[in-house]
Nanobody, 125 residues
Framework: QVQLVESGGGSVQAGGSLRLSCAASRFTACMGWFRQAPGKEREGVATVDAYGRTNYADSVKGRFTISKDNAKNTLYLQMNSLKAEDTAMYLC??????????????????????WGQGTQVTVSS
């Protein structure tokens, strides 16, 4: 089992920044961030695997950066130049079985075994 606890969400104006954290009981081979807005499907935001390879959704490339601190078992998501459309619940996810897919499968929530409760991000325009 892996426990994941997110923090760092909040309300910010468009153009602002936030850094989300996910404290994990342990890291797995693939760790990532998803988000879900009201009435919308959960979507993959970014992942990082045990080798440091990353994936990003096109909508966040150049604005968001995923990173991890192995000593602290903490995953981060630095979000800059936030837009109103980034408003969502952000969830930390972990895949137990393998490193992150390099193709579009990394975006599928059924590829992840463990989930946090989420942290809300609200961006006002």
């Amino acid at each position: 089992q892996v426990q994941l606890v997110e923090s760092g969400g909040g309300s910010v104006q468009a153009g602002g920044s936030l850094r989300l954290s996910c404290a994990a009981s342990r890291f797995t081979a693939c760790m990532g961030w998803f988000r879900q807005a009201p009435g919308k499907e959960r979507e993959g935001v970014a992942t990082v695997d045990a080798y440091g390879r990353t994936n990003y959704a096109d909508s966040v490339k150049g604005r968001f950066t995923i990173s991890k601190d192995n000593a602290k078992n903490t995953l981060y998501l630095q979000m800059n130049s936030l837009k109103a459309e980034d408003t969502a619940m952000y969830l930390c996810a972990a895949s137990a079985s393998r490193v992150c897919y390099s193709d579009s499968r990394w975006r599928l929530e059924n590829k992840y075994d463990y989930w946090g409760q989420g942290t809300q991000v609200t961006v006002s325009s």
